[in-house]
């Protein structure tokens, strides 16, 4: 681990980076089996059960039945933990097809990427606190790169396409999986839950009169349940920023 001393005069930046031997050897009463996949894999389930607040190594240490100093001797820090939980979920993320349409490849990218934010959570407050590095990590930013390129935009353009697409799926996910963490501690349905909230927005007359705009907006776009209208939004928004890509790209080969 080093010593404190050490630790801030060469603060660490990420465990992917991290290249240091380690000051201390395995004794030979730490409990068998115990490893940096199987810690991780731990690390998952407890943030995925209780969120990012309550994860702790002393709780880690608890679920796995061994002492917190025994995680020591394979991670340095809970940041470590962290940033190996937070490469572990974007392992989940399938690869496309390379053979397939760029626009139908850029549809199951960003599917398959909201999906993950919305299965965990706590995942986008990580996501903008560590360089996101690791392996699986790197292989998902290869992937949105790919089937950028795969358009024929400029090249100079190819960043801010990446971040249009990819930011907004972000902020998507993030609040959906948020919204879909609250109904599960309420003990409610999306509906329910959904049903409530307006419920006690229509009880008061002023806080109705200005939410008037926003539910014939909300008529408008359909759909029966809180998923299904989600659902819509979110087609419907990747669609117009495919139409932006294809739009500019027309632009491009017009001044070319």
């Known amino acids: 681990m080093g010593s404190a001393a050490d630790r801030v005069k060469n603060p660490r930046v990420s465990v992917w980076l991290d290249r240091r031997t380690p000051s201390r050897t395995r004794k030979a ?18 943030l995925d059960a209780d969120g990012l607040a309550k994860f702790s190594m002393r709780r ?3 679920d796995l039945d ?5 995680l020591y001797w394979y991670v340095d820090t809970k940041d470590d933990l962290l940033e190996l939980a937070l490469d572990a979920v974007f392992g ?3 690869a496309t097809p390379e053979d397939a349409d760029w626009r139908d490849r850029l549809r199951e990218l960003a599917g398959n990427y909201r999906a993950m934010l919305v299965r965990h959570p706590w995942v986008s407050t990580l996501i ?14 290869y992937a949105v790169q790919d089937v950028i390129n795969a358009t024929g935009l400029p090249l100079a ?21 948020h919204f879909v963490q609250r109904t599960v501690t309420a003990g409610l349905s999306q509906d329910e839950y959904f049903q409530r909230a307006m419920g006690t927005i229509r009880a008061d007359p002023e806080i109705k009169r200005i939410m008037e705009p926003s539910e014939n907006l909300m008529d408008a776009r359909g759909g029966d349940t809180v998923e299904e209208m989600r ?19 027309e ?6």
Do not use: K
């Not at 061994?66 to 025994?70: F, G, N």
């Not at 903008?128 to 930013?141: A, D, E, R, T, V």
């Open 29 to 46: 009463d730490q409990p068998a089996g115990l490893d940096r996949d199987r810690i991780t894999a731990a690390s998952l389930r407890l």
């Open 157 to 177: 353009n190819r960043t801010g396409a990446m971040s249009a697409v990819f930011q907004f799926v972000y902020g998507f996910g993030s609040v959906e999986g």
């Open 128 to 141: 903008g606190s560590f360089l996101n590095i690791g392996p699986h990590s790197m292989l998902f930013s």
């Open 66 to 70: 061994v002492t917190a100093m025994s």
């Open 251 to 256: 632009r491009a080969a017009r001044h070319s």
């Open 231 to 249: 659902e819509r939004d979110f087609v419907f928004a990747l669609d117009l920023l495919i139409a932006g890509i294809e739009t500019m790209c």
């Open 92 to 94: 989940e993320i399938p």
């Open 60 to 62: 880690l240490a608890a």
